[in-house]
């Protein structure tokens, strides 16, 4: 497990799942106690509105964890639906491992590495759609994502931006 194991130790419980391409593996609506991280592979966080249009939240590529914290601290019902976009091999943990001792120093430096990545990407996520242009929030998306433009489609990355794939086009047409 790698990365994985690296950072969390190996007393973590855990399994390696493989999925096909467009596999839901976690539905909104239900209580989640699971972190998901990406061995191979790339995911997608995303929510859905009355209107059934999809939001994407996150993209998860090699070395990303996605996970509905909210829903695992406070025991609420998910707020989003994990999918992949390729076929990926996915480290599948419970995230009670958070909920149990990490008095040493190392667990805790190790975990806030994790904790500071998800922070960090939320972050400058939530102030670019509060402030940014078009044109600003995609130069983000390729700083925070620069392997990930090849492999997505354009209209989730229109989604993930909060515009029409016909913006994105002119956008990318200008650079």
Same mark, same amino acid.
């Given at each position: 497990?790698?990365?994985?194991?690296?950072? %969390? *130790?190996?007393? +973590?419980?855990?399994?390696?799942?493989?999925?096909?391409? @467009?596999?839901?593996?976690?539905?909104? =609506?239900?209580?989640? /106690?699971?972190?998901?991280?990406?061995? /191979? *592979?790339?995911?997608?966080?995303? !929510?859905?509105?009355? /209107? *059934? /249009?999809?939001?994407?939240?996150?993209? *998860?590529?090699?070395?990303?964890?996605?996970?509905?914290?909210?829903?695992?601290?406070?025991?609420?019902?998910?707020? %989003?639906?994990?999918?992949? +976009?390729?076929?990926?091999?996915?480290?599948?943990?419970?995230?009670?491992?958070?909920?149990?001792? $990490?008095?040493?120093?190392?667990? %805790?430096?190790?975990? !806030?590495?994790?904790?500071?990545?998800?922070?960090?990407?939320?972050?400058?996520?939530?102030?670019?759609?509060?402030?940014?242009?078009?044109?600003?929030?995609? &130069?983000?998306?390729?700083?925070?994502?620069?392997?990930?433009?090849?492999? $997505?489609?354009?209209?989730?990355?229109?989604?993930?931006? =909060?515009?029409?794939? &016909?913006?994105?086009?002119?956008?990318? =047409? &200008? @650079?």
């Amino acid at each position: 497990m790698d990365f994985l194991t690296e950072i %969390l *130790g190996t007393e +973590i419980k855990a399994s390696i799942k493989y999925f096909k391409k @467009r596999e839901i593996i976690q539905k909104q =609506g239900f209580v989640s /106690k699971n972190g998901f991280y990406v061995k /191979k *592979g790339l995911i997608r966080s995303y !929510s859905v509105d009355e /209107k *059934g /249009k999809e939001h994407i939240f996150m993209f *998860g590529a090699e070395e990303w964890i996605i996970a509905d914290l909210e829903s695992n601290v406070f025991n609420k019902p998910t707020q %989003l639906y994990i999918e992949t +976009i390729e076929a990926s091999e996915i480290v599948i943990f419970s995230l009670d491992y958070f909920n149990h001792d $990490l008095s040493t120093k190392e667990k %805790l430096q190790k975990n !806030s590495i994790l904790l500071t990545r998800r922070i960090g990407s939320l972050q400058r996520r939530v102030i670019q759609l509060m402030s940014s242009s078009a044109k600003q929030r995609y &130069e983000m998306f390729l700083e925070t994502y620069p392997l990930l433009p090849n492999r $997505l489609p354009q209209k989730m990355i229109a989604s993930y931006l =909060g515009i029409t794939p &016909e913006a994105l086009s002119k956008i990318r =047409g &200008e @650079r």
